[in-house]
């Protein structure tokens, strides 16, 4: 397994200010991904971190909003930009390592935006 | 494209009683499946994996699921709810080819009535 450690696990933002969520691994991994969970809802994937590129983002994320950094493999970073009220969401950070099926997931950071 | 459904978003038990949360799948390609389990205010816990080996998967705190290829299902269950397993239940699905993070459905919160 691995063990995941996300900062900060909440925070209090202003509107049209920015955020940035760090994700650090215990073990190096080879996939990365953040994932919003909005409140009361099921979790929805932001963007797989590529280590050494840019960021794969889903339909519906772009990376003005959303830049990603993952400068190694243990290491990524999520950026919430010029936020408003709707981005008040959980931020989670999983990762997949070798051979193993399952996704690992960090605590979350709970993020509430006024 | 792969998809997962979850029947019912709530699901209310008593304690001592059978827990019986749905999941159906769409996939492609052979799948694997998962169920995670989320407490209040924490991250997601890995219960229970399908890889394509048996059928009948046995997870951790009791829990077991059946991979049902003919169905399309993927159900969880635990003969006996206990008060510390009221928590949101996700089942979610990869494929090994392509995307490689993982689809989540929407969830079921379990309530465990005394």
């Known amino acids: 397994s691995a063990v995941i450690s996300q900062k900060p696990s909440r925070d209090i933002c202003q509107r049209g200010t920015s955020l940035t969520i760090q994700c650090q691994v215990d073990?190096?991994?080879?996939?990365m991904f953040w994932y919003r969970q909005q409140p009361g809802q099921s979790l929805t994937l932001i963007a797989t971190a590529n280590q050494g590129s840019e960021a794969t983002y889903e339909s519906g994320f772009v990376i003005d909003k959303f830049p990603i950094s993952r400068p190694n493999l243990t290491f990524s970073t999520l950026t919430v930009s010029n936020m408003s009220p709707e981005d008040s969401s959980i931020y989670l950070c999983s990762v997949r390592t070798g051979q193993i099926t399952e996704a690992f997931f960090g605590q979350g950071t709970r993020l509430t935006v006024v | 494209a792969q998809s997962v459904t979850q029947l019912g978003s709530h699901v209310s038990v008593s304690e001592g009683a059978l827990v019986l949360l749905r999941c159906n799948y769409s996939s492609s390609v052979p799948p694997y499946l998962f169920w995670y389990v989320q407490y209040p205010n924490q991250g997601l816990q890995l219960l229970l994996k399908?890889?394509?080996?048996?059928?009948l998967v046995k997870g951790i705190n009791g829990f077991e699921a059946e991979f049902k290829k003919s169905e399309t299902s993927f159900h969880l269950t635990k003969p006996s709810a206990h008060m510390s397993d009221a928590a949101e239940y996700f089942c979610?699905?990869?494929?090994?080819?392509?995307?490689?993070?993982?689809?989540f459905g929407s969830g079921t919160r379990l309530q465990v009535q005394p």
């Open positions: 399908y890889t394509s080996a048996a059928t």
């Open positions: 073990s190096q991994v080879t996939m």
């Open positions: 979610a699905v990869r494929s090994d080819t392509g995307r490689r993070a993982l689809t």
